[in-house]
């Protein structure tokens, strides 16, 4: 389908948007009236912009706070439309957004608002424009969509249809099966955004907190099923107000709304092909920048180096299932630190999770590679880690393992593998995370949690599937704390390990308060030893959570973990003690 986006929803100048909108490759846009009124170029200009660069002006929006109103206030309306009907032609847009009136002067009569409507259109179509009327949430006598329809229904102009926004719908909870009422040619336009689920004003909502589809706790993709039934053939068209994208690079927003559009319409599809979802962890990739301390803790833990890379300086650890690379190449500037740089992640089919990476937009990796280096293919996560898809051990597959000819056996001791790995986000890249991981891996996102940190909140969100369990975090604060990130490796028996680290490894470990214990045997009778080892512990319905944390070295900490039954969280309830323990490290 016809893929568009109305310029509020990215960043820059009314130009830059366009030529950002046209490089994620959109068929059209919606022009939104502020950006045109604050552009100096006339919109002849704008038109010869917008035709170069490949788009289509699919709609003028909005005329606002038009209908049901006395005579004195519609004839300066019909002023108002004129000069927008000659505006549009100008333009180049033959269909013109109406929302339903917010404006104290608005009557609750649906047969003015009607009639009104119909001489609007009437007047618009002597301009070969249409007309659609949308429902606004917080409209003062029309907020519902069906609402709207009924009295474009009975005003019965050819140029007057409906525009379908999936927010002012989803928002107020409106059932949309009603949708499958309206005949599609009445459908004249589908406004699409996703939206968290807040507790809050609607138009504060609206306004604010906006998002593409995918990224939120709308069921965007069921409202377009609904749409389709009707026949409705017009453009799939992003309009999403988000404080966040307004001050993001307007080029990658475009690109991560294009990413949502594709992603929803492949759901649209029946045959559509499915993710190829990650089966676990092959690696952790980590830069030590030349510090021993990376090494230090690995080898406190339990690992192993088993090989070393044959033409790079790069270091395999191994212990049980858990791999951790080392890399000690240099720097790209001085001022780098330890820090996670690269993760391997296990798929079924390499190639297939490459391919499907790309129809989502995701930006693939150059490699330098000697001729005898396993085939490996990256593309970047949205806050610039590499990801890379394996097939360790299988015959069908080049094994990247082999690239470390072996020195040392692999030790079976406390840790079997990774369990899950936190990366930290841009704070401007936490919704374009979401729906990466989503749409490029199929990991299953989890409600999005805002931990307290002593000089800000973190906010945090899960995604896991296939035994991939990934946390993406941004952190509301100036501090350092906030570009940590850390790999938490599963144990069998967490408290023999931490028994043995805080016996041979004084100081490995990250200090908990004693206020903690008090409020946690409080809380849950739990046994002193936990207190005694320094554990953190966690449970729910399904199981409990032991855990503890090391030092951290640069950006860099670990996390030890133990699931016991089925506990399927990350110990949410503890990250805020750990954070002010972090930060107390730091001091």
Not at 268 to 286: C, H, I, K, R, Y
Not at 564 to 569: P, S
Request: charged share 25%.
């Amino acid at each position: 389908m016809r893929k568009s986006i109305a310029t509020v929803s990215v960043s820059g100048t009314l130009t830059e948007k366009l030529e950002a909108i046209a490089a994620a490759g959109f068929d059209g846009v919606e022009v939104f009236e502020n950006d045109l009124v604050a552009c100096p170029l006339p919109p002849e200009e704008i038109r010869l912009r917008a035709d170069d660069l490949g788009l289509g002006i699919d709609m003028y929006q909005p005329l606002r706070d038009f209908e049901a109103v006395p005579d004195d206030v519609l004839k300066g309306n019909l002023r108002r439309a004129e000069y927008t009907f000659e505006l549009m032609n100008r333009l180049g847009a033959d269909t013109l957004l109406v929302c339903s009136n917010v404006s104290p002067d608005a009557l609750p009569d649906d047969e003015l608002a009607a009639a009104q409507l119909r001489l609007l259109a009437e007047r618009a179509a002597g301009h070969g424009i249409r007309v659609a009327y949308e429902a606004l949430a917080w409209g003062r006598h029309v907020s519902e969509y069906l609402h709207a329809w009924r009295i474009v229904r009975t005003a019965d102009h050819p140029a007057l249809g409906v525009c379908l926004d999936s927010f002012h719908i989803l928002s107020r909870g409106s059932d949309p099966i009603g949708i499958e009422a309206i005949p599609g040619e009445k459908v004249f336009f589908l406004q699409l955004a996703d939206a968290p689920r807040l507790a809050m004003d609607v138009l504060q909502w609206s306004r604010h907190y906006r998002c593409f589809p995918g990224q939120g706790g709308f069921d965007v993709t069921g409202l377009v099923r609904h749409v389709l039934a009707t026949g409705y053939a017009g453009p799939l068209s992003l309009e999403v107000f988000n404080d966040v994208f307004r001050q993001s690079d307007a080029r990658r927003t475009a690109l991560d709304a294009m990413r949502s559009l594709i992603a929803l319409e492949e759901a649209l599809t029946p045959d559509g092909v499915p993710p190829v979802v990650p089966s676990g962890f092959a690696f952790a990739e980590l830069a030590t920048e030349g510090s021993a301390e990376l090494p230090g803790i690995l080898s406190a833990l339990g690992f192993a180096r088993t090989g070393t890379h044959r033409t790079k300086p790069v270091e395999l650890w191994e212990q049980g299932g858990a791999r951790v690379l080392l890399n000690a190449a240099p720097a790209e500037s001085a001022d780098e630190e330890p820090a996670l740089v690269a993760i391997g992640l296990e798929t079924p089919d390499p190639a297939a999770s490459v391919k499907r990476a790309g129809k989502l937009l995701a930006p693939v990796l150059p490699r330098e590679r000697a001729p005898r280096d396993a085939p490996l293919d990256a593309i970047a996560a949205p806050d610039g880690t590499a990801l890379f898809f394996c097939r360790t051990g299988h015959a069908d597959h080049p094994d990247w393992t082999a690239d470390f000819p072996r020195t040392e056996p692999v030790p079976e001791g406390d840790v079997t593998g990774i369990d899950h790995v936190a990366l930290t986000q841009p704070w401007q890249h936490f919704d374009e995370a979401s729906l990466f991981y989503r749409g490029v891996l199929g990991l299953r996102p989890q409600e999005s949690l805002e931990v307290a940190d002593p000089y800000g909140l973190l906010r945090s969100r899960a995604m896991a599937g296939g035994g991939t369990r990934l946390v993406v975090n941004i952190a509301r604060t100036v501090a350092r704390q906030a570009s940590r990130q850390h790999v938490a490796f599963a144990v069998r028996d967490l408290r023999a390990l931490a028994r043995r680290l805080r016996a041979d490894h004084p100081g490995l470990l990250l200090p908990i308060p004693a206020n903690y214990y008090d409020n946690l045997e409080a809380r849950y009778g739990t046994d002193p030893e936990i207190r005694e080892l320094g554990l953190l512990y966690d449970r729910d319905e399904e199981g409990e959570f032991l855990h503890l944390y090391t030092v951290t070295a640069g950006r860099v900490f670990f996390e030890l973990v133990q699931r016991i039954g089925g506990y399927d969280g990350y110990g949410a309830a503890n990250a805020a003690v750990r954070l002010a323990v972090q930060h107390a490290e730091r001091s």
